[in-house]
C-alpha cells in the first residue's frame, strides 16, 4: 500500500512479453550446465518424480523452494502438497529450487527464465508459483526467483494473466514483510487447504482482465486460512503500525487450518528419491505434529500444536514400504520432538529388529530429549557409525530455563552426558541461547561450566572427549509468548560470547562455536517487521543479497542500508521490546493461541515461572485446541519414563547438582 | 577383504541427464539400487562399514560413458537375499557370457535389467559377469580410456592441424597447481590416439548442429597418470572449448592386446584373447 520508490538497479530479466510458452527449456538449460558448480542440482531426474501432463482442466502449481536444490529437496511440506497436487483431476504441481548464484548469472546471461525440475518449463507456463517459506533470511531468495521468473516482484505491478504468487510454511506466521510480493498466503497445516485453493483457482483461470484477477483474490480470502494482503490495509502513525484493517468482505483475523488427525494423511507415499546428494539424504518418516513442550522461545512449538501422533502401526507400514521402495538404510523418525512419542522404544526396536534389515538399517531421532533414558535409546539404535549425540538446554542457569520453559535439570543433562560418554560417544554438541529475556552475565558464563562438567564427565570414560556448545542469538519470534521481547545487538552478542569463550578458556576437551550475532540481527528484521520491510527486503535483493543464509553471502550492511533508506532502524524493528498495546504486525493472524495466553506466559516467564506440557497435564486453554474444536491425539496418557521435563517435576529443585553422578565405569 | 568373496562385473552406461551427477552420487545410487536388487553385497569390516564395490576411473562429471564398470563383492554366505525371485543357478546363467558389444538395445538379462530399472533414468546395466578368482581392480588395471569429445571455437582446419602439431611434438606440458605449487606435467606419453572425426561419424554421440563444432576422439592413457578430456582440449591451445564427452570405451592390456573389462571374465585365456581379438580388429 505504501508506495515505494525502488532504486534503478538494472538486473537483466528474462523477457515477460512473450505468451507462457509450454515449451521445454531443457536445451537452453543443459547448455548452461558445464559451467556451473554441483550441476545435478537443475535436472530433476529423483525416484518418485512426476510427469505431468500440462492442459485444460488442471491448475499448473510450481512449488518453489527459495534456497538451493539440496537444501530444499528434502523438504517434506513441500514434497506433501507435490503429491497431494499430482493425485488430483484438476491439478498437476512441478518443483523449482533457487539457483544457485553462478547458475542465476548464467540464466541472466542467456534469458534463461525460472525453470522446474521436472519438465524444464519456464515458470510462466504456471498457473502458481507457490514458495515454501521456512525461514526468514531467505525472502530476498523469493523476490529472485519471482524476478527470474519473469514476473514484476510486486504484486501490484503484475498482469491479469500472470501466475498467482502464494506461499506457506512456518514463516507466514508474520507474513507481513512479504505481503507486498505475495498474492495470498496460506497459514498452517497445507493438506485440507491446498484443495480448496486449487478448487477457487480452476474456476477463474484464466484470467484475463485485472477485474477477474480482483474477484479471485476475494475468493481466495474466502476460504479459511488463506490471507490476501492486498485485501488489508495497513495504517501507520507516527511512524509506527497502528492496524492492518480489512477490506469489506473479508476477516479481520485469519484463523491457521489444522489437520485433526495426522494418521489420515499418510504422505509422502513416495518420498522423492534425489540423484545427487543433498541434506537429510534418507527415509524421513513424520511420527507427529505439534508440541507442547511449551518452550517459549520456539516458534514452531507455539504454532503447531495441538500434538497429534501418526498410529504406531501407520509409522511402521510407511517405513517398511518407504525403505524397500528407496534403498535408503537410514530413517529418521522426524517430529519436534520424537523422544516424546508414545511407545518410542518399541517402535524403535520394531525398526531395527526387522530381520529383513540384516542389521543395516539405522534410525535416526533428529531432536533428542535430554535425559539419560533417551540416550539408552539412541545407543539402541545408533550400533553403526557413532557420530556425535546433540542436546539443546538452550539456557545455561536453571533459571533461565524456568524462563523459557526448557525445563532440563542439571541432573536430567549431566546424568544424559554420563550416559552418552559411558556408551561410547565421544562427541557431544549442546545448543545453547544467548540474548534471552531477563539474561545476565551470570546465566551466559554458566554455558561455559556446564560445557566444562560435560567434557569432565567424558574424561572419566574417554581419554579424548569432544564437546562442543553451540551458542546462537535468540530472535524473538511472532506468535510467541516471546513475541513482545527485546533482542539483543550484535555488539551485545558478541560480548557475551566473549564471556563464554573467556570462561571457557583452556579447558580440556570443551570448544565454543557460535552462529553469526549479526545473521541474527537480520532475521530479526524479517521475523518481526511489518509491511515496511518489504521495501528492505527488495533492496536488499536489488543490491544483490541473495541466499543470506549463507555466510559467504549474508551481508548485514545491506540490510542497514536498506532500513536506512526506507527510514526505519534497527532499534524499532529489531532490538525495542514491545508493550501490550501495540499493534503487532502480525495481530491479524492467529496460531489458535489467545493473546491473552501469550501475554500471561510472558508475565509469567519473567517472573521465572515454569508451566507443564499439556498433553498429559490439564488443559490450560491456550486456545489451540479449545479454538478449532480439536483434541490432542497421543497414544499413551502417561509422560514417558525418564521425561521428567516440565511434568510431575519439583521445579525448586532442578538447578541442584547430582552429589554423586550415575554409573561408573563398567 | 575384495579376494574373499565371488566377484561381479557390471558394465554400465551414464548418459543424458543423469550424466550431471558426481562419481560420488554414482556410488550412492548404485548402493541404493543393490540394496533394493536383493543381491547379497558383502560389507567391509571395521569403524564405518560400507558395501564392497569398487568402480574404476571416475568419470567427470557432466561427461557420457557408454562403458563404466563396477566390481560387486558378493557376502559369501549367501549371494541372493532369501524371498528374491531368482535362484542361484539362473544367477549364474546370467552372468556367465558378458555381451560382445554394448547392445543397442535394451539389455534382456533378467539381472542386468532388474538392476537398470532401479536405477536413475540413463544409467542402464549391459552386461554382468563373474570376475575370475584373483583379477586386479578396475583401477589396477585400466589402462587406457578411448572418447569422443565435441570441441568449439575453432574452424576444422585449425583443428586439425593443432591436433597434427600436437602428436607430432615430443611433449605437451600443462601447468597446473598441486598442493599451493604450480607443477608443469607433460601430457603427451598420455596421449595414445587422437583423431578429428566428421560429424556423420558422431556415433553414439548425437551429432552437434552447431558449425563450428566439431568431434574428436581419443584414446588417452590412465598412467602413469590420466588425461582428462578438459586437460586434453586444454594442451591444444587457446580458443576451443569441450562442450561434451563421451567415454566410449575402457581398456586392460594383457600381453600386448587391449581387453574390454569385462571380457577378462571369459572362461579361460584363450576365449578373452579371442574376443580381444575381435575387438581390437
Known amino acids: 500500500m505504501v508506495p515505494v520508490d525502488t532504486p534503478n538497479i538494472d538486473l537483466p530479466t528474462p523477457e515477460r512479453s512473450a505468451p507462457a510458452p509450454h515449451q521445454s527449456l531443457w536445451t537452453r538449460v543443459e547448455a548452461l550446465l558445464f559451467d556451473v558448480q554441483k550441476p545435478a542440482r537443475y535436472v530433476g531426474g529423483e525416484q518418485g518424480a512426476r510427469s505431468p501432463v500440462h492442459g485444460e482442466g488442471r491448475v499448473a502449481w510450481l512449488l518453489c523452494y527459495p534456497d538451493t536444490y539440496e537444501i530444499g529437496l528434502p523438504n517434506q511440506g513441500l514434497q506433501i502438497l507435490y503429491e497431494l497436487l499430482n493425485d488430483r483431476d484438476d491439478a498437476l504441481a512441478e518443483r523449482s529450487y533457487a539457483p544457485w548464484v553462478d547458475m542465476e548469472s548464467a540464466m541472466r546471461a542467456e534469458g534463461v527464465p525460472l525453470f522446474s525440475v521436472e519438465s524444464h518449463l519456464p515458470a510462466r507456463a504456471f498457473d502458481l508459483l507457490a514458495f515454501n517459506l521456512s525461514a526468514e533470511l531467505v525472502y530476498t531468495n523469493v523476490l529472485n526467483m519471482i524476478d527470474l521468473a519473469g514476473l514484476p516482484v510486486r504484486s501490484s505491478a503484475r498482469d491479469p494473466s500472470d501466475p498467482i504468487v502464494v506461499a506457506g510454511g512456518h514463516c507466514v506466521f508474520n507474513p507481513e514483510p512479504l505481503a507486498d510480493f505475495v498474492d495470498a498466503f496460506v497459514i498452517g497445516d497445507g493438506e485440507e487447504v491446498v484443495g480448496e485453493v486449487n478448487e477457487v483457482v480452476a474456476a477463474h483461470v484464466p484470467v484475463r482482465s485485472a477485474q477477474a484477477r480482483e474477484e479471485l483474490m476475494h475468493d481466495l480470502a474466502r476460504i479459511p486460512g488463506v490471507y490476501v494482503p492486498s485485501l488489508y490495509v495497513a495504517r501507520y502513525e507516527h511512524g509506527r503500525l497502528v492496524a492492518v484493517e480489512p477490506l469489506p468482505g473479508v476477516p479481520a483475523v485469519v484463523e491457521k487450518r489444522t489437520i485433526a488427525d495426522l494418521g489420515q494423511w499418510p504422505y509422502p507415499r513416495s518420498q522423492l528419491v534425489p540423484i545427487t546428494e543433498v541434506v537429510h539424504d534418507r527415509l524421513n518418516v513424520e511420527v507427529f505434529r505439534g508440541c507442547t513442550r511449551g518452550c517459549r522461545f520456539c516458534q514452531a512449538g507455539m504454532v503447531t500444536r495441538p500434538v497429534r501422533e501418526r498410529p504406531a502401526h501407520q509409522v511402521r507400514a510407511m517405513v517398511e514400504e518407504g525403505l524397500s521402495r528407496t534403498g535408503y538404510e537410514e530413517v529418521a523418525l522426524t517430529s519436534l520432538s520424537t523422544a516424546d512419542y508414545s511407545g518410542i522404544e518399541q517402535l524403535v526396536r520394531d525398526v531395527i529388529g526387522d530381520p529383513r534389515h540384516e542389521g543395516r538399517v539405522s534410525v535416526s531421532l533428529p531432536s533428542l530429549r535430554v535425559d539419560a533414558f533417551t540416550v539408552g535409546t539412541a545407543a539402541e539404535i545408533q550400533r553403526v557409525r557413532r557420530t556425535g549425540l546433540t542436546f539443546a538446554p538452550e539456557g545455561g542457569t536453571w533459571r533461565m530455563r524456568k524462563v523459557i520453559n526448557k525445563l532440563i535439570s542439571e541432573e536430567d543433562l549431566y546424568s544424559a552426558v554420563d550416559a552418552a560418554f559411558s556408551q561410547g560417544w565421544r562427541r557431544v554438541k549442546l545448543y545453547f541461547l544467548i540474548g ?97 520491510v518489504g521495501g528492505v527486503v527488495e533492496r536488499v535483493w536489488r543490491a544483490g543479497g541473495t541466499f543470506q543464509e549463507w555466510s559467504e553471502q549474508f551481508d548485514l550492511g545491506l540490510w542497514e542500508d536498506a532500513l536506512a533508506a526506507e527510514g526505519l532502524s534497527l532499534d524499532e524493528v529489531v532490538h525495542r521490546s514491545r508493550d501490550r498495546d501495540e499493534c503487532l504486525p502480525w495481530g491479524h493472524i492467529s496460531a489458535g493461541l489467545h493473546p491473552d495466553f501469550l501475554w500471561g506466559d510472558w508475565r509469567e516467564a519473567l517472573a521465572g515461572g515454569a508451566v507443564e506440557d499439556c498433553r498429559w497435564t490439564p488443559c490450560y486453554d491456550c486456545g489451540a485446541c479449545t479454538g478449532f474444536g480439536l483434541e490432542h491425539v497421543v497414544a499413551s496418557p502417561h509422560p514417558p519414563a525418564g521425561g521428567s521435563q516440565g511434568t510431575g517435576q519439583n521445579l525448586e529443585q532442578g538447578g541442584r547438582v547430582p552429589v554423586h553422578l550415575v554409573s561408573a565405569r563398567r | ?86 535362484a542361484a ?41 563373474r570376475l575370475p578368482v584373483g583379477s586386479g581392480s578396475l583401477q589396477q588395471e585400466v589402462s587406457s580410456c578411448s572418447w569422443k569429445l565435441e570441441v568449439h571455437g575453432l574452424a576444422s582446419e585449425e583443428l586439425t592441424s593443432r591436433v597434427e602439431r600436437l602428436l607430432a611434438a615430443p611433449t605437451a606440458l600443462v601447468e597446473r597447481e598441486r598442493k599451493g605449487r604450480i607443477t608443469s606435467d607433460d601430457l603427451r606419453p598420455a596421449v595414445l590416439a587422437l583423431t578429428v572425426v566428421r560429424r556423420a561419424e558422431g556415433g553414439a554421440v548425437e551429432p552437434t548442429t552447431h558449425p563450428e563444432h566439431a568431434w574428436l576422439q581419443a584414446e588417452l592413457a590412465t598412467r602413469p597418470r590420466g588425461v582428462r578430456p578438459r586437460e586434453l582440449v586444454e594442451v591444444l591451445g587457446p580458443g576451443t572449448k569441450l562442450s561434451r564427452a563421451c567415454r566410449l570405451q575402457q581398456w586392460i592390456e594383457r600381453d600386448g592386446t587391449r581387453i574390454e573389462p569385462l571380457a577378462i571374465c571369459g572362461h579361460g585365456a584363450g576365449t578373452a584373447a579371442t574376443r580381444a581379438e575381435r575387438r581390437a580388429s
Request: net charge neutral.
Open chain 1, 436 to 532: 534471552l529475556p531477563t539474561e545476565r552475565d551470570e546465566d551466559v558464563a554458566a554455558i561455559a561450566e556446564l560445557g566444562a562438567r560435560c567434557a569432565e564427565i567424558g574424561h572419566r570414560y574417554h581419554r579424548a572427549v569432544t564437546v562442543v556448545a553451540s551458542v546462537g542469538g535468540f530472535v524473538p519470534k511472532p506468535q510467541t509468548p516471546f513475541q513482545w521481547a527485546s533482542q539483543d545487538t550484535a555488539e551485545e552478542l558478541r560480548r557475551k560470547i566473549a564471556l563464554i569463550r573467556e570462561a571457557a578458556r583452556g579447558t580440556r576437551g570443551l570448544t565454543i562455536r557460535w552462529h553469526d550475532p549479526e545473521a541474527s540481527v537480520a532475521e530479526g528484521i524479517a521475523s518481526r517487521g511489518d509491511r515496511r
Open chain 2, 1 to 86: 577383504m575384495t579376494g574373499s568373496g565371488v566377484r561381479l562385473r557390471v558394465r554400465y552406461s551414464k548418459t543424458g541427464k543423469v550424466r550431471f551427477t558426481s562419481h560420488r552420487d554414482v556410488v550412492r545410487m548404485w548402493e541404493r539400487a543393490l540394496r533394493r536388487s536383493g543381491l547379497r553385497v558383502a560389507w567391509s569390516e571395521g569403524y564405518s562399514p560400507r558395501p564392497l564395490l569398487s568402480f574404476g576411473y571416475a568419470l567427470p562429471t557432466g561427461a557420457e560413458s557408454l562403458a563404466e564398470y563396477l566390481d560387486v563383492t558378493l557376502a559369501p554366505q549367501l549371494f541372493v537375499a532369501s524371498g528374491s525371485h531368482w
Open chain 2, 89 to 129: 543357478e539362473q544367477l549364474w546363467d546370467d552372468v556367465a557370457e558378458p555381451p560382445a558389444e554394448p547392445p543397442a538395445e535394451p539389455p534382456a538379462e533378467p539381472l542386468a535389467a532388474r538392476l537398470s530399472a532401479l536405477l536413475p533414468d540413463g544409467v542402464d546395466v549391459h552386461g554382468i559377469a
